[in-house]
């Protein structure tokens, strides 16, 4: 799965993403801080975690704290608040 198609993932039926088509277009080209400050919050964590960068996840993390006065910690809880996880195989992507 392309990052931008999983930055802006919606929900999945069986194995085909349904990805924000409007979104992805808008805002596909930013990074993982410039999503969180445009207040993206989902969308950045998804791009941390598409990274694979413990210092792009601890960075949105702090950023994300800072923002909105939230304790969570640990990217598991994050995960459970955004419903996001692993990028996962899908034969193939719809946008609406």
Same mark, same amino acid.
């Given at each position: &799965?392309k990052?931008?198609?999983?930055?802006? !993932?919606?929900g /999945?039926h069986?194995?085909?993403?349904?990805?924000?088509? #409007?979104? #992805?277009? #808008?805002? @596909?080209k930013?990074g !993982? &801080?410039?999503?969180?400050e445009?207040g993206? +919050?989902?969308?950045? /964590?998804?791009?941390a975690l598409?990274?694979g960068?413990e210092? $792009?996840l601890?960075? /949105? &993390? $702090?950023? +994300?704290?800072a923002q !909105? @006065?939230?304790?969570?910690? @640990?990217? $598991?809880?994050f #995960?459970?608040?955004?419903g996001?996880?692993?990028?996962? $195989?899908?034969?193939? !992507?719809?946008?609406?």
């Amino acid at each position: &799965m392309k990052r931008d198609d999983f930055v802006f !993932t919606i929900g /999945f039926h069986g194995n085909v993403a349904i990805v924000d088509g #409007k979104a #992805k277009r #808008k805002y @596909g080209k930013l990074g !993982t &801080m410039e999503l969180a400050e445009r207040g993206l +919050y989902r969308s950045a /964590f998804a791009s941390a975690l598409y990274a694979g960068s413990e210092f $792009e996840l601890e960075q /949105f &993390m $702090e950023y +994300y704290r800072a923002q !909105t @006065g939230s304790e969570i910690t @640990g990217v $598991e809880s994050f #995960k459970r608040l955004f419903g996001v996880d692993e990028a996962r $195989e899908v034969s193939k !992507t719809i946008a609406v």
